[in-house]
C-alpha cells in the first residue's frame, strides 16, 4: 500500500485566458467558529518587521508571552496520534518578475565573476537522492548542471556513518567544474514523529513536534542542540525544519499536512513561535541551517498538496493574521531560510500557488514581513498540487515569484530540466537574470555562514 505520510515532496496549465482564472478550490480550509474570531495582534506584530540578522533565535522564545496575547482565545484538543485583509489588486504567476523588495543579499557579487549561467542556476536547485545510497540522477544534476545543493531523502535505517559516506561521496563532486567549487548545502528533513528521515546508530528517535510542544523552551533548545549535532557530525548542513505552521481550527486533525500527523506546535500564536524558535536555535548552534516552513501556514487546509490538487486556504489574510505572525516573529528573530507552502490563498492571491506568487513572496514576505534571507520550495518535482505545469515551468515561476532555492526532492530527474529551463529563460529575460543572480549570492551567503565556511 502507498506511504500516505507526508513528505518533504506540498494554475491552471499556463495557457491562453484559464491562466488567469482562480484555481478551483477543490479543498478549502474551514474558517475558525466565530468563538474564536481573530483578535487584533499588538501594533508590533502588525507593522513592517525587519529582520535582526545574526540575532539569537531566543528572542522570540524570550518575547513568546507577549505573543500569547495574540492568539486565539481556544487551543484547539491535540490531533490524534498517527504514523488580514486582502492585498489590493491581484497578480499572475505568468506575470513579469517583480522588483526585489528587500536589502541586495550580503555575498558581494564579485562572488560571481566569472560564472557561467549555467552555474548560477546551479545554485539556485536543491535535488534529491536516497540517503542510503547516490542516485545517479542527483550525480548527473551535479556534474552537468552545476547543482550545489542536494536533499537526502526516503526513511534511512543506516545510521551516522553510512549517510556520512553517502553525502561524502556525492559532495565530493563539487569541483571548479561542477559549482566553482563551492561546498554544497546538504539538508534532509529531521522534523521528528512521522517526519524523520534519518534513523539508526547515530541518530536520536526525535520526538513530534506535538510532543515537542510539551518541553520547556530551553529543553527543546538543548534537545534539538543534540539533534542537531548528530546531523552535522553526518554531514548534513541544513534540515528543512521546524514546522512553524499554526494549526487553530477546530478539528486539528482534518489539517491532513499537518495536524493529522503532528507535527505542528499546536494552535496558539505563542506557543507555536517559542517553540519554532528554540527547535531553530538548538540546531543553528549544532551548525545546522534550520527552516521555517510553510509559508504563509499550512495548518488550515484540509488536504496535502503532496497528494491533492487544488488545495485551497480561504481564510489567511495578509495583516492581523495570527499564521503570518509566527513567521513574523521568527524573522524578526533571526530566521535565515523560509520554505513557501505550495498552497492557493485566495484572500492573498487567487491566482496562483503562494510559491508561484509575487504577491505572497515578494510583496508579503520580503515586502510586508521584511525577509532578506533565502527562500526556498516545497518540493516542486511530485507535488500533485503542482503537475499541470511542466517541470521547467515551475522553476521558472517559482524564481520569477521571489523564491531562491528550488527543491526538486522527490524525484531528482526533474532537477536537469528545471535548471535548462532557468538557463533558457533567463537567456531571453534580462530581469529573471538578475533574479537569478541575486538568489544566487543569497545561497551563496548562506553557505558562508555555515561553520568551515
Given amino acids: 500500500m502507498e506511504d500516505r ?17 482562480p484555481i478551483p ?13 481573530h483578535p487584533p495582534l499588538s ?9 535582526s540578522r545574526r540575532r539569537a533565535v531566543t528572542a522570540a522564545v524570550l518575547g513568546a508571552t507577549a505573543l500569547v496575547g495574540c492568539s486565539r482565545g481556544t487551543t484547539p484538543a491535540a490531533a490524534p496520534a498517527a504514523s488580514s485583509s486582502a492585498p489590493p489588486g491581484a497578480s499572475t504567476a505568468s506575470s513579469g518578475s517583480p522588483d526585489p523588495t528587500g536589502p541586495a543579499p550580503s555575498a558581494s557579487p564579485d562572488r560571481l565573476a566569472g560564472w557561467s549561467l549555467e552555474e548560477m542556476v546551479g545554485q539556485l536547485v536543491m535535488v534529491g537522492t536516497d540517503a542510503d545510497q547516490l542516485s545517479p540522477a542527483a550525480t548527473d544534476a551535479v556534474s552537468t548542471h552545476h547543482v550545489g545543493s542536494i536533499f537526502l531523502a526516503g526513511r534511512s535505517q543506516v545510521g551516522s556513518q553510512a549517510v556520512a559516506e553517502t553525502v561524502a561521496a556525492l559532495t565530493g563532486s563539487a569541483t571548479t567544474g561542477t559549482t566553482g567549487s563551492t561546498p554544497m548545502l ?7 514523529g512521522e517526519v524523520q528521515v534519518l534513523s539508526g546508530p547515530g541518530f536520536s528517535a526525535i520526538p513530534s513536534a506535538r510532543d515537542q510542544a510539551g518541553l520547556t523552551a530551553e529543553d527543546l533548545r538543548s534537545q534539538a542542540l543534540a539533534w542537531g549535532q548528530e546531523l552535522a557530525a ?13 494549526v487553530d481550527i477546530a478539528s486539528p486533525a482534518s489539517n491532513e499536512p499537518i495536524g493529522r500527523w503532528g507535527r505542528g506546535y499546536g494552535g496558539d500564536a505563542g506557543t507555536v513561535t517559542a517553540q519554532a524558535a528554540a527547535f531553530a536555535e538548538g540546531m543553528r548552534a549544532a551548525g545546522v541551517v534550520p527552516t521555517c516552513k510553510h509559508f504563509p501556514g499550512l495548518g488550515r487546509v484540509t488536504a496535502n498538496t503532496d497528494t491533492a490538487s487544488g488545495v485551497t486556504d480561504t481564510v489567511t489574510t495578509r495583516t492581523q493574521d495570527e499564521a503570518v505572525s509566527v513567521f513574523a516573529g521568527l524573522i524578526d528573530a533571526g530566521a535565515e531560510v523560509i520554505m513557501m507552502s505550495s498552497a492557493v490563498y485566495t484572500l492573498l492571491d487567487d491566482t496562483a500557488p503562494a510559491v508561484f506568487s509575487p504577491v505572497v ?5 520580503r515586502g510586508d514581513l ?4 533565502v527562500v526556498i520550495t516545497d518540493d516542486l518535482s511530485a507535488a500533485a498540487q503542482l503537475q499541470e505545469w511542466e517541470p521547467g515551468q515551475r522553476a521558472v515561476q517559482a524564481v520569477r515569484a521571489g523564491c531562491d532555492l528550488v527543491l526538486a526532492s522527490a524525484d531528482a530527474a526533474v532537477a536537469a530540466p528545471m535548471a535548462q529551463a532557468l538557463v533558457a529563460a ?11 543572480e541575486e538568489s544566487a549570492l543569497r545561497v551563496l551567503a548562506l553557505k558562508d555562514s555555515l561553520p568551515g565556511a
Fill in 426 to 436: 533567463a537567456q531571453s529575460d534580462p530581469v529573471l537574470a538578475a533574479r537569478v
Fill in 186 to 192: 546538504v539538508a534532509t528533513d529531521q522534523e521528528g
Fill in 370 to 373: 521584511g525577509f532578506t534571507g
Fill in 361 to 365: 513572496v515578494t510583496e508579503m514576505l
Fill in 5 to 21: 505520510r507526508p513528505t518533504t515532496a506540498g494554475d491552471p496549465p499556463p495557457t491562453g485566458a484559464r491562466r488567469q482564472q
Fill in 234 to 246: 553526518s554531514g548534513v548542513t541544513m534540515n528543512l525544519a521546524p514546522v512553524a505552521d499554526l
Fill in 43 to 51: 501594533p508590533t506584530s502588525t507593522r513592517p518587521l525587519r529582520p
Fill in 25 to 37: 478550490a477543490r479543498s478549502t480550509a474551514s474558517a475558525p467558529p466565530a468563538s474564536s474570531a
